[in-house]
């Protein structure tokens, strides 16, 4: 009733206010916080997965940071997150404003983007494995020499297949994310721009671009923390070969635990990779400004 009388509605007394939050509290604690804690105490024992735990100190440390494979294992994972990123991030923009638009038309569009996303991981990398093999992939069925390459077998074309598989099946959700932020920006800075006779790139460039900063921020946020975990679809599509060209962190922590039943190791891989996460978000929210979840926000 109090739309009709005029009056605000009323808010919730701040003693309820912690009770309100304390559901997801619960679950966060539950399903993040103890499993933290349990890996990285897990880090300090020697276990295979099956028989008794043993406490060994730093043993599982420093045999994971004086590995050689370690730090090719960082480094194809940053380059995958880096070269990711500058595919996914260009793209998802485009469609993200292009999506953004009133035509009827736009609206179907969009749901066929975002079938990709809907797909499983894996099921995507059996997919595009057996299209891309050589012998009886499209490439031959359609005899094309151009596609009856060795993607998969090749370490630079292995890794571009990656990239790409990984941008196709991402670049959906944040044009999402891209669209909603396009549709805040007030429709009057448009308006003005265009009694200024500003074409659409130069709205874009000048206005489209800096209204979407906290967006691209977030949304890299998520592209890049996200990509730290990628496992399911590598494992299918490559094993992380040929060699080790694909072997990202996640990989070596599955197959140091899973396959080499080391579970020590793989607990510090682990949190060698919440470590870098919670770097990279911190860094990138540091980018984005301190208000760039208060104060300021996109339309506003």
């Known amino acids: 009733m109090s739309s009709l009388t005029g009056r ?35 880090s300090f024992t020697t276990w ?63 749901v066929v983007y975002f079938v990709p996303l809907m797909l499983s991981s894996a099921a995507i990398a059996i997919a595009y494995k057996a299209l891309l093999d050589p012998n009886f992939g499209l490439g031959a069925g359609l005899k094309l020499q151009l596609l009856s390459q060795d993607w998969l077998g090749r370490p630079g074309l292995a890794f571009g297949i990656v990239v790409f598989v990984v941008s196709w099946q991402f670049i959906p959700f944040h044009s999402l994310i891209y669209q909603g932020g396009v549709q805040q920006i007030p429709k009057s800075l448009y308006e003005a721009a265009q009694l200024d006779g500003a074409g659409r790139i130069r709205q874009f460039f000048s206005i489209t671009l800096p209204q979407l900063r906290y967006t691209i921020i977030t949304s890299s946020t998520l592209m890049v923390v996200g990509s730290l975990t990628f496992f399911d679809l590598i494992f299918v599509l490559t094993e992380g070969g040929p060699g080790d060209a694909t072997r990202v962190l996640a990989l070596d922590m599955y197959k140091r635990g899973f396959q080499a039943s080391l579970m020590g190791p793989a607990s510090v891989i682990a949190v060698i990779l919440v470590l870098v996460g919670l770097a990279l978000a911190l860094l990138l929210r540091r980018l984005g400004g301190r208000d760039a979840g208060a104060s300021q926000l996109e339309g506003a």
């Open 8 to 42: 605000p509605p009323r808010r919730p007394p701040r003693s309820i206010l912690p009770w309100l939050a304390a559901p997801a509290l619960v679950v966060f604690v539950g399903f993040a916080v103890i499993p933290l804690v349990g890996v990285f105490a897990l």
């Open 48 to 110: 295979d997965g099956i028989g008794t735990i043993h406490q060994s100190g730093l043993t599982s440390w420093r045999a994971v940071l004086t590995d050689p494979g370690l730090p090719h294992a960082l480094w194809v994972t940053f380059m995958v997150m880096a070269v990711s990123w500058a595919v996914q991030t260009p793209l998802s923009i485009l469609l993200g404003t292009f999506l953004a638009g009133r035509q009827r038309y736009r609206a179907v569009l969009g």
